[in-house]
């Protein structure tokens, strides 16, 4: 079996009477994508966000790399190798395309604390940058503000940014949220052929895209993993047809 | 004799304390309710002074001054909302910061202006003057008693109103989601003014109370309307219960600080040096005793999330 | 780099900030050096800030703090040194100081350390409680200055001579107009390649969007912290020379009025514009002077027009002049 990249072991957390995670345990392992799906308010948020480090669980742990990284922030998750991409493009407004990918760069290189050289002419962070926007095809749009860019294209520069850190694994919240369809296939392409350079932790509404992406579907419903398992064997769960389509099948 | 002076002291510390509560209420409602941080509402606490200096000044009588205080207050609090204010409430605190600090140029130099540079003086009626005798022994002005039962019955009329009324529950509603009551047909506009002329009575109220006591001047607002800030941010942002915790708290730490920490100085130092070294220490004491509080609860005493 | 509008502005003022003393040396108005001089320090103040506000959004309400540390960092070591008492004994005897080089290191180690103080607890919070808060700790200074009677309390600490900075006779006022202008040149010149630098990108990217700058393995805080260390330390060096100007150093420069002047400067000129501040106190020195001599209530007109351009120019001067700012790069 292939290596274990991301490990969640028991996750529970409780917003008052809510429970929104409820001991959940999953893997991601080298070479794989993982596709998390589930109703809306079934606790995908709050799972991404403990995963990512911005929520404490109340109980359980995340192993990063084989490193219990349950105490550690979103910084240090960060530099341990965890790329993320957000559900809402998390993005500075008012930077070029090429400003984002090149802080993206500069993130992954972790040296911010230079304070003379002009750093969009440091030449390691311009490959990186440049390169990361060849892939999404975001080339032409170097210089174009982000405030600027469509939706769609905001989307591949999450995915950019993501990318110009050379992470271990990427944890994707939604990357085709509100893309039209001729979008969705393009981005779905790419991170086809994405995880064999890092593996994938894919919260998805896409159905099209999970099914023909994910390697296993991970199916979240009240804080709780009712189902994990190929795209197959998923939709043949009875848990799980009985979670998205009611009663009717229940029968 | 000293447990006579700790007893006064804890009267004047609760009556720095309900003042600086009439003043942070305000503060903390309109922020709570519009999201609006007001530097100009020490403003209003001056022109409340001013209002019942003038007016007791020409009639003599000291309960039409505070009456007069509340009204060019809430008067002076609802021209700033409609001309300025709401125009801000979509704006960042930047913007809120800059224009509220104009509005505090033009006001105090507006006053200067109209009333010259010379503080006025608004004395404290005859029925009201001299002390009275407490339990325990202890002399206490009367007019300062006076102030702390006044500051009292008005924080208490405040929980009611908020807890029990139309508008306490409209204002509520509004703290949670401004939107949504806006949708269920409250005229919004009506209730931000109304909220902000609210806050502005209580200061202006606030600021005749005190300038019997103090003398009435430009300016006079501004170092009450940082100690309301500190207040504010001890008791958590948009919180009423918090703004009167904190305004005792701070009202407290400040008036024992200033009295008692000279003389503990004493106890290891020479006097000459104890007493500059304490009242230096205690011109700080609220500040440390805010920083303290940040360390364990960044967002205040009883904020939520920042 | 094509020259822009605004830079053509920049260069403009800049030179116009030179030009006008240089005049008023050749028709002997010391009057107008000497505001040409405070408006040079004034800007370098609003430099200073301008890095926490502009570059890092932080909007402190407490620089007066760090202004009124630069001056008494000037006040006490030239009176202790124009009074032969020695400011400390030990570890080495020190006796104060009157030369400006020494004085300003003082007073840029003094500040920046009192803002890594303030701000390492103030950037615990954000939003309106970090407005308080640093408004707050800049109060604290101002009363605990009034009740510091050893360096004068309420009335000040003055001096009787302009400190010495060596090869210059810094009481001829147009020497230290040079001086001033020099340094204000020298800060915008780091602060324009601080802008540009990979700190700033990445102070500036946590201004847009904090999650991001986290996300990619960096950390807002220390990067807003270094900022504002910084931002004080350059606003403390203003306040030394600016007590030096006057010869005197009082609470008042510790006041919150003077941090909200410092922050009009920074807008009138334009929030986040390099060269913002020298425009702003260059107009406010002007108003101040022009409406002054009108009327002794011209701080209302300063309301009004502050007010106006608050409401409706945010860009400020330089954004009304120069249009909107390009994405920088």
């Known amino acids: 079996m292939a290596e274990v990249v991301l490990k969640t072991h028991g996750l529970s957390k409780s ?5 929104a995670s409820r001991d959940v345990s999953l893997d991601l392992r080298a070479g794989e994508i993982h596709a998390l799906i589930g109703p809306n308010g079934a606790g995908k948020s709050t799972l991404i966000k ?52 090149v802080l993206g760069a500069l993130g992954g290189r972790g040296s911010p604390f230079r304070f003379f050289r002009n750093v969009m002419k440091d030449p390691d962070l311009l490959e990186t940058a440049h390169g990361a926007l060849d892939r999404l095809g975001l080339a032409e749009d170097a210089d174009r503000r982000t405030a600027d860019l469509s939706h769609g294209q905001r989307r591949q520069l999450e995915v950019a940014v993501a990318l110009t850190l050379e992470p271990k694994l990427f944890l994707m919240d939604e990357p085709m949220a509100g893309l039209e369809s001729a979008g969705s296939r393009a981005l779905t392409g790419f991170l086809d052929g994405l995880r064999q350079e890092a593996p994938i932790l894919l919260v998805e509404h896409d159905m099209d895209a999970v099914f023909a992406l994910a390697d296993r579907i991970s199916v979240l419903v009240y804080g709780q993993i009712i189902a994990t398992g190929t795209a197959d064997e998923i939709r043949a769960n009875a848990e799980v047809r009985r979670a998205y389509l009611g009663e009717e099948d229940a029968a | 004799m000293t447990y006579i002076l700790v007893l006064e002291q804890i009267l004047n510390g609760l009556q720095l304390g309900v003042m600086l509560f009439l003043m942070a209420a305000g503060l903390t409602l309109v922020f709570g309710v519009m999201g609006l941080i007001n530097l100009a509402h020490g403003a209003l606490y001056m022109v409340g002074a001013f209002a019942a200096a003038a007016v007791a000044g020409w009639t003599g009588s000291f309960l039409l001054a505070l009456m007069a205080s509340l009204a060019a207050a809430a008067a002076a609090g609802a021209l700033m909302e409609l001309v300025v204010i709401r125009r801000l409430y979509r704006r960042d605190h930047l913007d809120q910061v800059l224009a ?41 002005p009367l007019y300062r008693l006076t102030i702390i039962l006044i500051g009292l019955a008005i924080a208490v009329g405040l929980f009611l109103l908020i807890a029990r009324t139309r508008i306490g529950i409209q204002i509520r509603a509004g703290e949670a989601d401004r939107e949504m009551i806006a949708a269920l047909g409250v005229d919004i506009s009506r209730l931000y003014t109304l909220v902000f002329a609210l806050g ?71 006097p000459a040096s104890a007493a500059s070294a304490g009242a230096s220490l205690a011109s700080m004491l609220i500040y440390i005793l805010m920083a303290a509080i940040l360390l364990v609860r960044p967002s205040g005493l009883y904020g939520g999330s920042t | 780099m094509i020259p822009t509008r605004e830079s053509f502005l920049n260069w403009a003022m800049i030179a116009a900030l030179l030009i006008v003393p240089l005049a008023a040396w050749s028709l002997d108005e010391p009057f107008i050096i000497t505001l040409a001089t405070k408006a040079a320090i004034l800007a370098l103040a609003g430099v200073g800030l301008n890095i926490a506000l502009g570059l890092g959004g932080l909007i402190s309400l407490g620089h007066a703090a760090f202004f009124g540390i630069g001056g008494y960092a000037m006040g006490i070591l030239a009176a202790h040194a124009q009074n032969y008492e020695p400011l400390f004994e030990w570890p080495f005897l020190f006796e104060g100081s009157n030369q400006m080089p020494l004085i300003w290191l003082v007073a840029i180690v003094c500040s920046a350390c009192a803002a890594l103080v303030i ?11 970090f407005i308080m808060i640093t408004l707050a700790f800049g109060q604290m200074l101002y009363y605990f200055a009034i009740s ?47 802008a540009r630098a990979p700190f700033g990108l990445a102070l500036a990217a946590a201004r847009q969007n ?85 009327s002794d209530y011209w701080q209302i007109f300063l309301g009004v027009l502050l007010l106006l351009i608050v409401l409706f120019a945010r860009g400020g001067l330089i954004g009304a002049l120069a249009g909107r700012e390009k994405a920088h790069g």
Not at chain 2, 115 to 136: E, Q, R
Not at chain 2, 216 to 227: A, R, S, Y
Not at chain 3, 119 to 129: C, E
């Open chain 3, 210 to 294: 904090a999650d991001r700058v986290e996300a990619v393995g960096l950390t807002p805080f220390t990067l807003r912290l270094t900022a504002f260390v910084i931002s004080g330390a350059i606003t403390g060096l203003a306040g030394a020379l600016f007590a030096d100007l006057n010869r005197f150093v009082s609470p008042t420069m510790l006041s919150w009025h003077t941090s909200g002047e410092i922050m009009i400067f920074v807008i009138l000129g334009g929030v986040g514009r390099l060269y913002g501040p020298v425009v702003g106190a260059a107009l406010y020195i002007l108003l101040e002077h022009l409406l002054g001599g009108i």
């Open chain 2, 100 to 140: 509220t600090f104009a509005l505090i140029l033009i006001f105090s130099e507006g006053t200067r202006w109209l009333f010259g540079s010379f503080p006025l003086f608004l004395d404290v009626p005859s029925y009201l003057s001299g002390p009275v005798s407490l339990p325990g022994g202890i002399e206490y």
């Open chain 1, 50 to 101: 403990q995963i990512a480090g911005n929520l404490v669980p109340d109980s359980g742990t995340v192993e990063l790399l084989g490193r219990d990284v349950t105490a550690l922030d979103t910084v240090a998750r960060a530099r341990m190798g965890l790329g993320r991409t957000f559900q809402i493009s998390a993005l500075a407004m008012e930077y070029t395309v090429l400003q984002n990918a």
């Open chain 2, 200 to 270: 502005a009575a209580l200061a202006g109220l606030a600021g005749a109370l005190v300038g019997a006591i103090q003398s009435v001047q430009v300016g006079m607002g501004e170092p009450v309307l940082i100690l309301a800030f500190v207040v504010i941010v001890i008791g958590g942002i948009g919180s009423i219960k918090g703004a009167l915790a904190g305004a005792l708290l701070v009202g407290m730490t400040d008036t024992l600080g200033g009295v008692f920490l000279p003389r503990l100085f004493t106890l290891f130092m020479e």
């Open chain 3, 148 to 194: 510091w009677s050893a360096y004068g309390g309420e009335d000040g600490l003055s001096i009787w001579v302009r400190n010495d900075f060596p090869g210059l006779n810094t009481l001829d006022p147009i020497q230290f107009f040079a001086i001033a202008y020099v340094i204000l040149c020298l800060a915008l010149f780091f602060a324009a390649r601080l």
């Open chain 1, 15 to 19: 917003f008052g009477a809510l429970q």
């Open chain 3, 119 to 129: 701000g390492a607890l103030s950037l615990r919070t954000s939003g309106v409680y």
